[in-house]
């Protein structure tokens, strides 16, 4: 996995690349939380992620209950087909913010 | 088609994407629709997490191998986890409640609604745990 942070006012954007498994998502809550943890607007843009198992699925949980714990949220862009898939098996698309 | 391969590994989290490496080559050579394979493949790199994740919990640096084998017979597909980790107790398996949103937990889940059937058998000398996958395709 390979990430991009780009900066646009209050609102961060996380561009997450590759697979999203258990081996790498300490290094991707690394990433996303301290960014939530200030407050700011975060948007993960998953157009690159190709795969997502529970483990992924459980950082955008832990992220979004994060942004709720601080008065922001996370926003998940540009969902990839088997990801969006990973998403709705796990009942979670009226749950995180998807656009 | 019918075909029979198998496969070990390091019990490492790092093994992850080996396994799904595998689980997809031998899909590939069953030639199943795109979405179905991403399934299999999923249930598939589940299973084995939770071998890392729940059978070596505590444990780090692991020499352990798990061997994964796949197999389709008249359309009867069948995937076999054999590992060497702490004995698992079937009855204390259980996934969170879909309702209960919070991190983890739904590995399980994802297992349940992607194959017809997960039973652990006890037919193994070598291993301790025999986790076995079926799916009618």
């Given at each position: 996995?390979?990430?991009?942070?780009?900066?646009?006012?209050?609102?961060?954007?996380?561009?997450?690349?590759?697979?999203?498994?258990?081996?790498?998502?300490?290094?991707a809550k690394e990433v996303i939380l301290p960014i939530v943890e200030t407050g700011k607007e975060v948007h993960l843009n998953l157009k690159?992620?190709?795969?997502?198992?529970?483990?992924?699925?459980?950082?955008?949980?832990?992220?979004?209950?994060?942004?709720?714990?601080?008065?922001?949220?996370?926003?998940?862009?540009?969902?990839?087909?088997?990801?969006?898939?990973?998403?709705?098996?796990?009942?979670?698309?009226?749950?995180?913010?998807?656009? | 088609?019918?075909?029979?391969?198998?496969?070990?590994?390091?019990?490492?989290?790092?093994?992850?994407k080996e396994v799904r490496v595998f689980s997809r080559e031998v899909f590939e050579k069953l030639k199943l629709e795109q979405d179905l394979k991403d399934e299999l493949?999923?249930?598939?790199?589940?299973?084995?997490?939770?071998?890392?994740?729940?059978?070596?919990?505590?444990?780090?640096?692991?020499?352990?191998?798990?061997?994964?084998?796949?197999?389709?017979?008249?359309?009867?597909?069948?995937?076999?986890?054999?590992?060497?980790?702490?004995?698992?107790?079937?009855?204390?398996?259980?996934?969170?409640?879909?309702?209960?949103?919070?991190?983890?937990?739904?590995?399980?889940?994802?297992?349940?609604?992607?194959?017809?059937?997960?039973?652990?058998?006890?037919?193994?000398?070598?291993?301790?745990?025999?986790?076995?996958?079926?799916?009618?395709?």
């Amino acid at each position: 996995m390979s990430y991009k942070v780009t900066e646009d006012g209050n609102i961060s954007t996380v561009y997450l690349n590759g697979e999203i498994d258990m081996d790498v998502t300490e290094k991707a809550k690394e990433v996303i939380l301290p960014i939530v943890e200030t407050g700011k607007e975060v948007h993960l843009n998953l157009k690159d992620v190709s795969y997502m198992d529970s483990s992924g699925i459980s950082v955008l949980i832990e992220s979004h209950q994060k942004a709720l714990e601080n008065n922001t949220k996370v926003v998940v862009k540009e969902v990839s087909k088997s990801v969006l898939k990973v998403i709705m098996m796990a009942k979670l698309e009226q749950i995180l913010n998807l656009e | 088609m019918n075909i029979e391969e198998s496969k070990d590994f390091l019990v490492s989290t790092a093994s992850l994407k080996e396994v799904r490496v595998f689980s997809r080559e031998v899909f590939e050579k069953l030639k199943l629709e795109q979405d179905l394979k991403d399934e299999l493949v999923l249930a598939i790199a589940e299973a084995a997490q939770n071998i890392v994740k729940h059978g070596y919990k505590d444990i780090e640096n692991t020499n352990d191998r798990m061997e994964i084998k796949i197999s389709l017979k008249d359309g009867d597909l069948e995937i076999g986890f054999f590992d060497k980790g702490k004995p698992v107790i079937p009855e204390n398996i259980q996934h969170r409640k879909l309702d209960d949103i919070k991190p983890g937990g739904l590995g399980t889940f994802f297992i349940k609604q992607i194959m017809d059937d997960a039973v652990f058998k006890k037919d193994q000398q070598k291993w301790v745990n025999h986790l076995v996958l079926t799916k009618k395709i």
